[in-house]
């Protein structure tokens, strides 16, 4: 008898020790299912950038191209170290780039776009104004620079692109770039 009590304690051993390892792969499930949806959440806005830019592109008179392949000996991951600055990053003020050319044809929606689809999480009214501003102190746009209502400037802009499905309001005066699994909540 006492074979029999040594191999039931074995077995919840084992037990215990599977059940500790299956505890282990939920929590790192977990964590991968969340760094998943935040990579998501960064694709969706680029591919709404790239749309929005696309589309602009026949306004200043481009024809739209195919992003360059890599070159041979250069890496893709060298090419794209060109656009590095698209990359959405935790930092609170959204990154931006090129966003405004010499010319002004660049759009506030477009301007908007650009700094909604750099930042990694929705943003305030607010935050887009703020952002606007700090581009132009930095002399990267003209935006805004006679407008006497600029924060209604914004948000008018942020409902038409609502309206057209490239935005989703979040909340009240919170708006985030649409994403696939979203556009039917901004309809």
Partial sequence: MPME???????????TLVHEQMKQQHEGCSTLRSQLAQAEG??????????SLIESLPDLGVSPQQPREATEGETVEDRDAEAEDLTPTD??????????????????PDLIMN???????????????????RLRDQGRTDKLRSSKRPTENVRTALNRLTRKG?????????YEIARADNTSEAA
């Avoid at 009590?5 to 037990?15: E, F, I, K, N």
């Avoid at 609170?92 to 759009?107: F, H, K, M, R, Y």
């Fill in 5 to 15: 009590s040594g191999a039931h304690s074995a077995v919840l051993d084992t037990l």
């Fill in 42 to 51: 960064r694709l969706a806005r680029l591919e709404a950038l790239y749309t």
């Fill in 91 to 108: 930092d609170p003020q959204p990154a931006v780039t090129e966003v405004d050319n010499e010319s002004g044809t660049a759009t506030l």
């Fill in 115 to 133: 700094l909604m689809a750099s930042a990694n999480r929705p943003l305030r009214v607010r935050d887009v104004l703020e952002a606007i501003n």
């Fill in 166 to 174: 490239l935005v989703v309001k979040v909340s009240r005066g919170v």
